[in-house]
DNA sequence: GAAGAAAGTTAGCCTAGGCTAACTTTTCGT
DNA sequence: ACGAAAAGTTAGCCTAGGCTAACTTTCTTC
């Protein structure tokens, strides 16, 4: 039987969990306490007990003072949000902020989007890729020349 | 002396509240706890404790029993949270969403968005307003006609 | 194969921000 | 003007998700 019925939606605190183990996972071949802290910034004691609850709730397997792996369900977010967070901060990149702002913004934002949206922005990502005269424009704040009649 | 020194940045949930507080004086000419509760779908009992803690913050003059002023704080926070909900639903309509999608992310992200990315949003929606064949290609997820050559 | 270091865990605590139930104050209708 | 309804407040509770301090397990180094 699965772990936890009403499946509410994961919380940010989820998320942000989820994603920094996939990202271990998929630099140094495991995630471990003492990592996701540091790339949290938050204690090991606070890994440990949200470990405790992600294992309860199914979204990984963790044997204690051992290691744990992601089940399906918790790649599955995991790999969801990871895309999310890409795709924001594809998004802003191409506006010409800088990375730190970038950073902040996504990480908040990151948990907000629907899916709707995010389809919406990877389209508008993707068209504005291949228009790098109106994006010169947007980054300038400044009417993009239709085509360059005015300099 | 100024209520609180240190003032970290404001929660989501004293944004939220004080975007409800403004609409409602614009509107309404008052902010009452019950209709503040109705528009956050929240308790009046939790209301009343929150404007407590805004009192406390300085960010708004309340009376017991009575009603309650932004203060130039709050009325300055309230106004910055607005434009940023604003900003985002303009630009997530541009985009061709659902309103009630356009809302829910609104609600979340408008709270993790820095003055920085709210400026390059806003040069970038002036800019696509401008475009409305690219908006098109945007909207049905197809590449953008640059002229009219292809049919 | 210890001993010390590093990693992990537990216990107990804290804050923000919700809730309900019970009480008080204000307002409204007759 | 007074009694009921509406609005507001208080008290007590709860959950998520942090923290530190103290303890335990595992790893490393000699
Ligand atoms: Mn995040
Ligand atoms: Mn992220
Ligand atoms: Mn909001
Ligand atoms: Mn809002």
């Given at each position: 039987?699965?772990p ?24 140094k ?25 992600l ?10 003072y ?17 895309h ?11 506006l ?11 990480e ?23 228009r ?20």
């Amino acid at each position: 039987m699965p772990p936890k019925s009403p499946k509410r939606p994961a919380s940010s605190a989820v998320e942000d969990y989820l994603e920094q183990i996939l990202e271990l996972i998929n630099t140094k071949g495991y995630a471990r306490v003492v990592d996701i802290a540091g790339r949290l910034s938050i204690s090991q004691a606070s890994v440990t007990n949200m470990v405790q609850k992600l294992d309860a709730d199914g979204l990984l397997k963790y044997e204690k003072y051992r290691g744990l792996v992601l089940t399906t369900a918790g790649e599955e977010l995991a790999r969801n949000i990871t895309h999310r967070h890409q795709l924001l901060t594809d998004f802003l990149q191409l506006l010409g902020l800088a990375p730190d702002v970038i950073h902040h913004d996504v990480e908040g934002m990151e948990h907000h989007v629907s899916p709707e949206t995010v389809h919406a922005i990877e389209s508008l990502t993707s068209h504005l890729k291949r228009r790098p005269a109106l994006l010169r424009g947007i980054r300038s704040g400044i009417p993009a020349t239709r085509s360059r009649r005015n300099f």
